[in-house]
Structures are given as structure tokens and as C-alpha cells.
């Protein structure tokens, strides 16, 4: 839980985003009161890397060995040669993974936070996947390119000021054969279902940081980190897409797969 960085159990990220979020109170407290956001961006640098770790574990225990093989033909795809864009890919973790587990395959992380951008390049070069992994600034409502074969947005639909209007964007890149992939914190339909110590912790994150985030931008639907299957469903459908399913889960995550 606390040597082990690769580890499924590794455990340092939860804190240290904690930390990290801790040394904003004062201008978060402020939004409380006034119903403003608090972005993403505004964070102590710290948070960034925080989170980073936190996710990382869970991407390298379960994207490549399960995630991806529970979506329909999206395997097979990435070992001829896909093109992928990653959405909301912060300092890259996920995005990294796939490359060095998919060679054939070109990868493109679109984040809008420029330090992150630069982060995810520098860790590219560094794991030898540059040539076919790089990284853009870019919104889930601007990102570039068209024909896309695979599209991700992992632990990052709810942070978004306007999911809906992220989703359409998605369907306009996708390939007519293509797969998007959402990985959501797991969450039930009703409250109740929630209180658990996952979903206490999740709650707790989401006060802090997902909501705040996605108040802070335009439309500001503050879905926040324990939104149901049935709530992204509608979302993910009202945008257009007429395939939707959850492919698995975790204790942790929730894997849906959204076809056009």
C-alpha cells in the first residue's frame, strides 16, 4: 500500500491529493458561499500529480487486462492499428498504458490543463512511446481529429461543465464502427447505495474537487463522482449515440461502452 507504486493496492495518491486539496480551503470555502466553481486548473500543482498516482494503480491492475478485452472487437482493433484519442487524460497515466501495451496503434491525450499536457510528453519520451503516443491541449469539446476508432474518457465525464455537449463532440470523431469507452467511480441508483466507505470517500473527493471543477466551467452540470448508470445513460443517448451498455465493473469503476 505504501512501497509498492505499481502495486493495485498503492494507496499514496489518496493522500496526497487530499493534501494537495487541503492547501485550497480558503478559496474553496469562498465558492461554497457563493455557488462559484473552483477549477481544475486552480489547484496546488500537487493535486495533479496526486490524483495521477491515485488512478494509476487501478489503470495498470484492470485497462489492458480486462477494461478494454469486455468492449465488443476493440482489442483486436488496437493490435492491427486504431486510432485512439484519450479524453481528459491529465499527465497521461492511462494513455501511456494502452501505447506500451498496443505498439500498432496511434495515441493522441487531449487534456485542457497545459502543465498536465507537458507532464504526459515528458513521460512519453521517457517510456520509449513517443513515436506513437503524444499529447494536445484540447477540451472534450474541442479536441481534434475525425475517424477516431477507440475514444476513452476515464474518471473524467463527471468533472466536465457540460457533459452532454462533450458527448456529441465524442460521436462527431468517432469512426461509424467506433467504440467509446467511459470508466465512471462506481455508484448505485439510489443514495443509500453509496454509503460505504467507497462511496463515502467518493462523495467526500467530489465535494472537494469534482463538483467544484465542473461549476467552474460552462453549463456547470455538477454531476459529480457518484452519478448513476441511468443519469450518464441519458446523457451519453440524449447526445446521439444509440448504443449503450455497461460492459463490467469493479468494487471501484463502472466500464460502459457507447457505440453510434
Not at 494536445?136 to 474541442?142: I, L, P, R, W
Request: hydrophobic residues 40%; proline residues 5%.
Amino acid at each position: 500500500m505504501f512501497a509498492q507504486e505499481d502495486g493495485p493496492a498503492f494507496i499514496i495518491g489518496s493522500f496526497q491529493t487530499a493534501l494537495a486539496a487541503g492547501r485550497s480551503i480558503d478559496p474553496i470555502t469562498d465558492a461554497f458561499r457563493t455557488g462559484k466553481g473552483f477549477g481544475w486548473h486552480q489547484h496546488d500543482h500537487e493535486l495533479f500529480h496526486g490524483v495521477a498516482r491515485f488512478f494509476r494503480p487501478g489503470y495498470i491492475a484492470n485497462l489492458v487486462q480486462s477494461w478494454i478485452p469486455s468492449l465488443e472487437g476493440v482489442e483486436e482493433k488496437l493490435r492491427d492499428g486504431a486510432r485512439v484519442a484519450d479524453i481528459g487524460c491529465g499527465r497521461g497515466e492511462s494513455t501511456i498504458i494502452m501505447a506500451k501495451a498496443f505498439p500498432e496503434s496511434q495515441f493522441i491525450g487531449f487534456d485542457y490543463h497545459p502543465e498536465s499536457v507537458a507532464a504526459a510528453t515528458k513521460r512519453a519520451r521517457e517510456e520509449g512511446v513517443s513515436e506513437h503516443c503524444r499529447f494536445e491541449v484540447g477540451s472534450a469539446k474541442d479536441y481534434s481529429g475525425k475517424g477516431y476508432d477507440f475514444v476513452t474518457v476515464l474518471d473524467a465525464l463527471h468533472d466536465m461543465g457540460d457533459p452532454a455537449g462533450a458527448s456529441e463532440h465524442v460521436l462527431s470523431t468517432l469512426a461509424p464502427e467506433g467504440t467509446w469507452m467511459i470508466v465512471e467511480p462506481y455508484a448505485g441508483v439510489r443514495i443509500e447505495e453509496n454509503l460505504n466507505p467507497i462511496g463515502r470517500a467518493y462523495y467526500a473527493a467530489s465535494t472537494l474537487i469534482c463538483t467544484r471543477c465542473s461549476l467552474a466551467q460552462e453549463v456547470g452540470l455538477a454531476l459529480g463522482a457518484q452519478a448513476s448508470e441511468a443519469r450518464i445513460r441519458s446523457i451519453v443517448t440524449g447526445a446521439g449515440f444509440r448504443r449503450f451498455g455497461r460492459a463490467m465493473q469493479t468494487p471501484f469503476n463502472l466500464i460502459y461502452e457507447a457505440r453510434p
